[in-house]
């Protein structure tokens, strides 16, 4: 199957300017919110005594916690690709 040909100054768009907002904007709400559990995590945990914290950090709850907070640190890039890759894209 040939590929569409741009030109140099077009880039290829397999998503609607629409849609990359929309997706745009639904990301934006969860980083932003998983900033918010983040902060509610951190003030919770200075409340608690020593060894409820260390009984709390030995879950696979606390390390899933974990794991997914470095998945979202690593996303970060890719998310500022797509805002540049949005950018390019506005009709503006």
Known sequence: MPQESTSENESPRDLDY??????????ESL????RVVSDLIAVM???LDDDTTKA????PTW???????RTLARTHADVE???EVLKSMSPD
């Open 18 to 27: 629409e849609q990359a907002r929309l997706a745009y904007s639904i990301i």
């Open 31 to 34: 980083i932003e919110h998983t």
């Open 45 to 47: 945990a200075q409340v």
């Open 56 to 59: 709390l950090t030995l879950t």
């Open 63 to 69: 390390t899933a916690y974990l794991d997914s907070r």
């Open 81 to 83: 690709k797509f805002a």
